[in-house]
């Protein structure tokens, strides 16, 4: 996937300027796709030369005018079509996998204080995505006729909030066997 898919995405879901996109990938995209604000600004001026998407500038009260983009007629056929061809599974590709399989030969202890460092960071990560899920898909009334847009969004926070546990279950699993396996001083 390309940043383009992910920001033709994002538009799709809600026109914006390119600094509210940038907080919409801080903010849920983000923890699946990331880009800098840098990045985000390249390939919206790429994208708008392309003729993916439109720009219309929207004046402001005491403020410069901002820029806002939607997904013009060409970028939707080109999200149509990505959506369409197969994409090879995801592999496991994890550094710290292999540093606890290298931690055989050294001393297992050493990993504790990464591992932990990383238990906090998935912490954290579930954390906020169930606050976004409170925050968004929890409290309000159903609407009458389902929304794709808003239920496609729940299922890949729900499939996030599931990595985060199984990452924390498996974390919890490694830390007691590295305090199993650590030498006793």
């Not at 590709?93 to 990993?111: M, N, S, T, W």
Request: charged share 30%.
């Amino acid at each position: 996937m390309a940043l383009e898919h992910a920001i033709l995405v994002s538009l799709l879901e809600k026109p914006g300027s390119g600094y509210e996109l940038s907080r919409r990938f801080e903010r849920s995209i983000g923890y699946f796709w990331t880009a800098t604000h840098q990045q985000i600004y390249r390939v919206l001026k790429r994208m708008e030369s392309d003729g993916w998407i439109d720009v219309r500038d929207v004046p402001q009260q005491a403020r410069p005018d901002k820029k806002e983009y939607s997904v013009a007629a060409l970028g939707r056929t080109v999200l149509s079509q990505w959506l369409h061809e197969p994409i090879e599974p995801e592999s496991v590709r994890h550094e710290l996998a292999v540093k606890i399989r290298g931690a055989a030969f050294d001393d297992p202890a050493a990993l504790i204080r990464e591992v932990e460092r990383h238990r906090q960071a998935h912490t954290e990560r579930l954390a906020h995505y169930l606050a976004g899920e409170r925050r968004d898909f929890t409290g309000h009334e159903a609407p009458e006729a389902p929304d794709a847009g808003r239920e496609l969004q729940h299922v890949v926070l729900r499939g996030g909030i599931a990595y985060e546990r199984m990452t924390l279950d498996w974390l919890d699993d490694v830390l007691a066997t590295l305090h199993r396996l650590a030498p006793q001083h």
